[in-house]
């Protein structure tokens, strides 16, 4: 559970927004909530209910995937099922969601949402999905790798050589740090500005010199390597 928590306090470092894992049966804290906004944690505490029901309807509004939508607070919020990475699992099976927060205020809009969004808020909105997508990612890789080692789960590690990961020149360690960030090689590319086939080369390498099998090893070898 710890390894989670440090997973997690890392991506609201990165990325400045606010992060927390519960169980979907009751709504239960998983981890500490990481970056709380301030607005946020106000609102919770004088409405529980209406944070509840919005979350627990969350789960009624989309099977699968990550819900983005404004809180009925005015902030604008991503709501995700974790689990999916496990083969053959579905939605509803999932034991956890993750939610996270953007660090601006925005007020409740209408119905021509759409039409008044401009500039910076458009700009804002595409940036803070793209976070919450990666962050969900990452987290589905996390679990999936704790699920495939047969009941050892979040306690479970992968053995940290440091002669092999003294190894690693610098740009394969920044490859390392952005795959286990649940990057794509196309994502990993547009960070670095570098080809996709470059990136695709130093991912071999790196599992190469780790003696890793997968992408998904990997992921798990930089969360614990590079923390």
Request: charged content about 25%.
């Amino acid at each position: 559970m710890a390894k989670l928590q440090r997973l997690q306090d890392m991506y609201f470092q990165y990325f400045s927004v606010s992060i927390r894992i519960l169980n979907r049966a009751n709504l239960s804290p998983l981890t500490v909530e990481s970056n709380g906004n301030p607005r946020c944690l106000a609102t919770r505490d004088a409405c529980p209910d209406v944070c509840e029901r919005y979350i627990c309807k969350s789960f009624d509004t989309r099977s699968d995937g990550v819900l983005f939508s404004m809180c009925p607070f005015g902030l604008r919020s991503a709501i995700a099922p974790l689990g999916l990475a496990e083969e053959g699992r579905s939605s509803g099976e999932t034991e956890y969601c993750l939610i996270v927060v953007d660090g601006s205020v925005h007020q409740p809009i209408g119905g021509s949402m759409s039409t008044t969004i401009e500039g910076n808020e458009l700009r804002d909105k595409i940036e803070f999905e793209e976070k919450a997508r990666l962050i969900s990612s990452a987290f589905d890789l996390f679990l999936a790798c704790c699920s495939e080692r047969e009941g050892t789960g979040l306690k479970d590690s992968i053995h940290i050589d440091s002669d092999e990961l003294g190894m690693l020149t610098k740009r394969e360690q920044e490859i390392l740090r952005l795959v286990c960030m649940g990057m794509s090689n196309r994502q990993v590319a547009d960070e670095l500005l570098i080809s996709e086939h470059t990136v695709k080369l130093h991912v071999s390498k790196v599992l190469r010199k780790l003696n890793l099998s997968n992408r998904t090893q990997m992921a798990v070898y930089g969360m614990q390597a590079l923390r």
